[in-house]
């Protein structure tokens, strides 16, 4: 696939640890109320360092499964050795992505949180997770809608951020505004019962108003490749942003986040 575009690796497993703070609460929602049956046999596609996968761990008994792919092999390694050290039977994590899955019918659950708007080919990553899921499977997905991101006061570095993830994914011929497609892209590949909601957590003084910078650091390297911008108007930005999150009473945003149910 090769195609996700923020940076992975250890710095990248620090960004994932954050994020994860941030939205725990809401994915941990989202969980809930989709009533998991224990013996559900799931996948988490995109898994990262493995936090979702030990949450949908927590619905299920000895009769259930995760299974977590992500297509960076150090998170996998971070994510095994992390069960391995809790002696966790029935939760295990392999290299992969979702093009080249070849399930067939296999998964009552199939979850995804911020990969589909790095796919170049959303409409054949949900063929194929249709494809792996069991007769009346789920579908729960989290993506985004980064044009919805603001902050407050209105701060052009922040704007300008925002204009420039977007301008990113778009060169990889990725969405990073998939979330309200979603609805009509899951119709296509053949989902029923489909339903959204949208949340979207802002930030006057907690860890999550450090995603924005270190998301802009995390892309450096491609936006400064596709020329999207100059070094120095990169560090100048960078730096900005620093300084306006830094600032008492100023608010952050995530993205708008769009939640999908969806049954085979």
């Known amino acids: 696939m090769g195609e996700y575009t923020i ?4 710095k990248g497993r620090e960004r994932l640890a954050i994020l994860t703070n941030t939205l725990a609460q809401q994915t941990r929602n989202l969980l809930a109320d989709s009533k998991l049956r224990k013996d559900f046999n799931c996948l988490d596609l995109g898994c990262g360092s493995g936090a979702v996968s030990l949450e949908l761990l927590k619905y299920l008994d000895a009769s259930g499964s995760v299974l977590g792919i992500d297509i960076d092999p150090s998170n996998v390694r971070y994510a095994q050795s992390n069960v391995d050290k809790l002696n966790l039977a ?3 994590f392999e290299h992969g992505d979702v093009y080249s899955l070849s399930y067939d019918r296999q998964f009552d659950l199939v979850y995804s949180r911020f990969l589909l708007s790095h796919l170049n080919n959303p409409e054949m990553a949900l063929s194929n997770i249709y494809k792996a899921l069991s007769p009346n499977g789920m579908l729960i997905i989290e993506d985004t809608d980064f044009s919805g991101h603001f ?3 209105r701060n052009e ?3 300008q951020y925002v204009l420039w993830y977007q301008k990113l994914l778009k060169t990889r011929n990725a969405n990073a ?3 309200p497609e979603l609805m009509g892209l899951l119709e296509k590949a053949g989902f029923r ?5 949208i949340k979207q ?5 907690s860890q999550g108003k450090l995603m924005a910078e270190i998301t802009l650091e995390a892309v450096s390297v491609p936006l400064l490749a596709q020329k999207i911008c100059t070094k120095s108007e990169l560090e100048k930005t ?7 999150r830094k600032r008492s009473g100023t608010i952050l945003s995530m993205p708008r986040i769009f939640q999908y149910r969806a049954c085979k």
């Not at 940076?7 to 250890?10: A, L, N, Q």
């Open 201 to 205: 957590p802002a930030h006057i003084d």
């Open 7 to 10: 940076r992975g690796g250890d």
């Open 157 to 159: 570095y922040f704007d």
């Open 90 to 92: 029935n939760i295990s």
């Open 238 to 244: 960078l730096k900005e942003l620093k300084d306006f």
């Open 177 to 179: 505004n998939i979330g």
């Open 151 to 153: 902050s407050y006061p």
């Open 193 to 197: 019962d489909i339903s959204f909601e």
